[in-house]
């Protein structure tokens, strides 16, 4: 029973969190391939993050019904902006010798993009997303209490106009669960993509630098 | 090997940058060449707008008057027709070793199954087979530098520039990776030119060398270095070198 419930959540946190991954990406190189974008899209960015799910959410509910469409589109504005900010951030920070190497050996804009300031976003794309990941569960769990028939938000929305205590507890260990579990799977497939920087401190750099 | 070299001109070269409202001269009427297969050094003080003329060369900044040929056309503000070995190896962090080269030959139109090869094969013939695998960060700075130079020599471009390649290194490594760049070079003959502080690797290395002045920089004077090919690794003692080097020094010395 709260199995189901909890194997609802996990799916529309991990769809949300991997639609707002690949948006943050879109978004994050538009804006640093056309810096007048950055521009004309910063308010709309900020306001996106200012208005609050719970006024948010029933808007949505009535524009899109009780489906999954609201409910990942309130994911999506909620994951999408750390991790392009993060990224965005990145793509500015790729070491300059490797720019004017690229540049000398006449590398084009989206050579400098795929072979560069790609690949030196990654670390920066990993600290957003696991903001990101740390925030997706419990506003998977905000947009079903709003509208939904399955989830650990509706368990808990159940349970909690029962005033059953143990039900709304229950929710909660279920809540930090799936927290942990998206953390946990971030970090892991950090080390598991960024595996080029040095293991420790005590790692020999050469005389290069 | 055959030569793959190509004629590099430049023809009175000015190049001034602004500063606040002042312009700076930093290049004043500049003509050299590096003929076909020929290692050609340009050797001034530091801030003397060396850096500047490679930028022009690679097409990364015009220059204000003057024209660069490359075989006698007019490639001035062209970019892509040099490979380039700069100050630090800037090789990629988060490539291998084989990767690192691999990547700049398909870069050039090599297949990516063929740069493979390649880079395997060529890391292989310069003993760093072992690490071809890892990431740069593991190798040594002599052995970055190394992975570097491969990387400029494979990426079939008519001219190679090295810009002080191994002034990051210390004095042995770097006497070490001379004989080791002379060695490769002299196998293959392409054209290069090659910047650096040290009169004794000029006269160790090319065929010619530049003298530049501090800002802005004209030639001072072309020096033909008289020594022949393959140089011997005692070449520094002859009283020819020393006479040269006193030379050179003087020159440097009298701005």
């Not at chain 1, 991954?21 to 899209?41: D, K, N, S, T």
């Not at chain 1, 208005?51 to 999506?76: H, N, S």
């Not at chain 2, 050094?41 to 990364?60: A, E, Y």
């Amino acid at each position: 029973m709260l199995g189901t419930h909890m194997l609802a959540t996990f799916y529309l946190a991990l769809i949300g969190l991997a639609l707002g991954l690949i948006i943050g990406i879109i978004v994050a190189i538009l804006i640093h391939v056309v810096p007048y974008l950055r521009e004309a899209f910063a308010p709309l960015l900020v306001l996106s993050q200012n208005v609050p799910l719970i006024a948010l959410g029933p808007l949505l509910m009535i524009w899109f019904g009780f489906g999954w469409t609201p409910k990942l589109i309130l994911l999506v504005l909620v994951c999408f902006f750390p991790i392009a900010l993060s990224i965005l951030m990145g793509l500015g920070q790729a070491e300059p010798q490797l720019r004017e190497y690229l540049g000398m050996i006449g590398a084009s804009r989206w050579e400098r993009l795929k072979r560069l300031e790609f690949p030196a976003s990654l670390t920066y794309l990993f600290s957003g997303l696991r903001i990101a990941a740390t925030y997706v569960v419990s506003s998977a769990i905000v947009a079903e209490w709003l509208g939904a028939n399955k989830g650990i938000g509706f368990y808990l929305k159940l349970k909690f106009n029962g005033f059953d205590q143990p039900g709304v507890f229950g929710s909660i260990v279920c809540v930090v669960t799936l927290s942990f579990l998206f953390y946990y799977a971030v970090v892991i497939a950090e080390r598991l993509i960024i595996r080029w920087r040095p293991r420790s401190e005590g790692d020999w750099k050469g005389a290069s630098s | 090997m055959r030569s793959v070299g190509s004629k590099l001109e430049l023809i009175g070269i000015n190049k001034a940058y602004r500063r606040g409202k002042e312009q700076v001269p930093v290049l004043n009427n500049i003509h050299l060449q590096v003929h076909a297969g020929e290692f050609v050094t340009l050797i001034g003080p530091s801030g003397s707008g060396k850096s500047t003329l490679f930028r022009l060369i690679g097409g990364v900044e015009r220059p204000d008057q003057g024209r660069i040929l490359v075989d006698g056309n007019d490639v001035t503000g062209q970019r892509g027709l040099i490979s380039y070995m700069p100050q630090q190896a800037a090789l990629f962090p988060w490539l291998s070793v084989e990767d690192n080269i691999s990547s700049a030959l398909v870069t050039t139109g090599t297949t990516k199954v063929e740069a493979k090869q390649q880079a395997a094969n060529w890391l292989e013939r310069i003993h760093l087979g072992g690490v071809a695998k890892e990431y740069p960060h593991v190798l040594s700075g002599g052995m970055q530098m190394r992975v570097s130079f491969l990387r400029a020599l494979l990426m079939r471009r008519n001219v190679m520039c090295l810009d002080e390649p191994f002034a990051a290194l210390d004095a042995l490594t770097r006497a070490d990776m001379q004989r080791w760049l002379l060695d490769l070079w002299e196998a293959d003959r392409r054209s290069v030119l090659f910047v650096t502080h040290s009169i004794e690797e000029a006269l160790m290395l090319s065929d010619r060398i530049y003298v530049l002045s501090s800002a802005p920089a004209t030639i001072l004077r072309e020096i033909v270095v008289p020594f022949e090919r393959p140089r011997r690794a005692d070449v520094w003692k002859d009283p020819a070198f020393v006479q040269l080097r006193l030379e050179v020094l003087g020159l440097l010395g009298s701005k």
